[in-house]
Structure formats: C-alpha cells, structure tokens
C-alpha cells in the first residue's frame, strides 16, 4: 500500500518562528514532491515542487527532500498568522501512477 | 486567465437524482483529474484523463462516470446520488499526467439529503 504520511497538528507557533512541517512516503522510487496551501474551506494551491534531493528556497519557503530517508519537509520562515492553514503533502511515486496525498498538518501561527 | 473553473460552486440533491459537476481550464493542459475530500480522509481520486479522449478509473470510481468533452472541459457525472457521496468536489489540471504540478478548481460542495 503506497501511503504518505503526515502529522494532523495541530502544530502551532508564534509569529515569526519557523515552521517546520513533515512528510514520510512508503515508495523508495518516488519521483516527484509537492507540498499544497488549504485554507479552510477552499481548494489546495500548489506552493512548492521538489524533484531531486536537497534544498529548494521560495521566498519564506523551502523544501527539502532526502530520497534516501524517504522524506520530504517544508520550513516556514518569519511566519505569518496569514500562513495558518492545512498543508498537503503529495508524492508521485512511480510514473505513470497517480499523486498520492498525505491527510495534511494543520498549522497555526499566534500573533 | 481564469485557471480551473469549477461549476455549481454549492448543490443539495435527494437521493437518487442525477447531477452534472463541470470543469474547465484556459491553462492549455492535457490532463485532467476529479477528486473528492472528506473530513479525515484526505484528498481520492476519483477518475482522471491523461489526455484528450482517454478516461481512467482512479481509487474511488464507484457512481461516477465522466467525459473529457474536449481539451478544456472535463464532467464528472453521478447518475444516482446517495448519501455517501456527500463531499467537496475538486478538478484539476496539469500539464503531463503525474508528475507535473496539478492546479485545482475552487471546488464544489455537494450533500445529498
């Protein structure tokens, strides 16, 4: 069963700390990476892609993945209380094959 | 440029009628996905096209059907609404199948009653 898990949360920090959110996959041969921004009651906005190992920064973002570990992680820096939502963490594990999502954590940052 | 469209952005149906959920994207892409989320279980898949004129079956097909009418638009249809298939709705797009990144649609909310 090709999973990919997240903690629930809720994780919650205060304005201007970092947040530091996590994904574990099941499928060493995992290609793709992405992590997703949910405000309640609206749709998944897509906010990083990683495909190979290391750091990717965006801005306050970065993405990291360590393939060999099987996990992929997303910081928050200087975070916002307009940063608080759910993340979705999403794996493409083999090609051809269909993203599978994490539950998502929920975050919360306190002014 | 409007991204994914979603429409009815909210439906209530009784059991057993029928509905049509339509999707569009102005974003030129070949593949297109309808997933379901509900509380605790994440996002499903529920059919997908990865490419004009294909359909497949994701993880959770049973009472939908859908139509990739053209390169823009993607339906997903339930023929007889039940209870269990109260959820939001949401449409995606990409640009290849899988790997590349999926944009989503503002969503429907659907309860069947």
């Known amino acids: 069963q090709k999973e990919v898990e997240q903690n629930s949360g809720p994780l919650s920090v205060p304005e201007g700390a970092i947040a530091s959110l996590n994904c574990t996959y099941s499928?060493?041969?995992?290609?793709?990476f992405f992590w997703y921004r949910q405000y309640s009651g609206k749709s998944p906005e897509l906010i990083m892609s990683?495909?190979?190992?290391g750091d990717k920064e965006d801005g306050r973002f970065t993405a990291q993945l360590n393939k060999a570990s099987q996990y992929v992680s997303l910081l928050i820096r200087d975070s916002q209380p307009s940063d608080s939502a759910t993340y979705l963490c999403?794996?493409?594990?083999?090609?051809?094959?269909?993203?599978?999502f994490g539950k998502g954590t929920t975050l919360s940052v306190s002014s | 440029n409007a991204g994914v469209t979603q429409t009815p952005k909210f439906q209530v149906l009784k059991t057993g009628q029928s509905m049509t959920l339509q999707c569009a994207q102005d974003m030129n892409h070949n593949s297109m996905y309808w997933y379901r989320q509900d509380p605790g279980m994440g996002l499903r898949l529920i059919y997908y096209s990865a490419s004009e004129g294909t359909t497949d079956k994701g993880e959770v097909p049973n009472g939908y059907n859908v139509s990739r009418l053209n390169k823009r638009e993607f339906s997903l249809r339930l023929e007889s609404a039940a209870p269990s298939q109260t959820s939001v709705y949401f449409c995606?797009?990409?640009?290849?199948?899988?790997?590349?990144?999926?944009?989503f649609g503002p969503g429907t909310r659907l309860t069947v009653l």
């Open positions: 499928d060493r041969v995992s290609q793709s």
């Open positions: 999403a794996v493409n594990m083999q090609a051809g094959t269909a993203l599978i």
């Open positions: 990683i495909y190979s190992n």
């Open positions: 995606a797009s990409s640009g290849q199948a899988w790997g590349d990144e999926q944009f």
